[in-house]
């Protein structure tokens, strides 16, 4: 019994030291911790649009061969050298999805929320000068309702660049709505 009670205080003693001890190492996180982190943040910049599928598949690439370096050096038991290893490789991923994230490497797609600010706009200005009826008006956000949640169906596996050419087609055909719309003198005055 006393055995057990001994084994029992020396676990507990290791493990209040285990925090401890990840924090002299100057704040290196635990992989599945930065896994976690990771992985967070390419699926976020999946479904807001920031990254494409294929940037997504390059990072989490890059990812997959850190763990298994990890993977390698864990076997042994990590030194000082390969933790830092590990956190340059970490850290240069952390700066390639904050690049991939940030790089507008779609060429000047809008997102969603700024084109829907920009449409809303244009038809509260239209119903504001009565070029534009409120039945007009209320057909045109319907519309564009229609596409915003196509948007959010393309979105739960991020945009690839078909899906992103085929809401800005609509989109495009919307804002020339709006703009024929506001031009066609029929609705002067009528609500």
Do not use: C
């Not at 009670?5 to 493990?15: E, F, P």
């Not at 590990?86 to 779609?106: H, K």
């Not at 495009?172 to 719309?181: I, M, W």
């Amino acid at each position: 019994m006393k055995t057990f009670l001994a084994m029992a205080a020396a676990v507990g003693a290791l493990s209040l030291a285990a925090p401890a001890a990840a924090q002299s190492y100057g704040g290196w996180q635990p992989i599945s911790q930065r896994q976690v982190q990771i992985e967070q943040r390419i699926d976020r910049g999946v479904r807001n649009g920031d990254l494409t599928r294929r940037e997504a598949a390059s990072l989490r690439a890059e990812f997959d061969q850190i763990t298994r370096i990890e993977a390698s050096y864990r076997r042994d038991g990590l030194s000082n050298w390969e933790r830092a290893d590990l956190d340059r490789r970490f850290d240069n991923l952390a700066q390639r999805i904050r690049f991939e994230r940030n790089d507008r490497g779609d060429r000047g797609w809008t997102p969603i929320n700024q084109r829907q600010r920009q449409i809303d706009a244009r038809i509260d200005a239209g119903v504001r000068d009565a070029s534009l009826s409120r039945r007009e008006a209320a057909n045109l956000r319907a519309e564009f309702q229609d596409i915003a949640a196509l948007e959010a169906r393309y979105r739960r596996n991020g945009l690839d660049n078909r899906e992103r050419a085929d809401l800005d087609r609509r989109f495009d055909r919307l804002s020339a709505q709006v703009y024929a719309e506001r031009r066609d003198h029929n609705n002067r005055r009528r609500s």
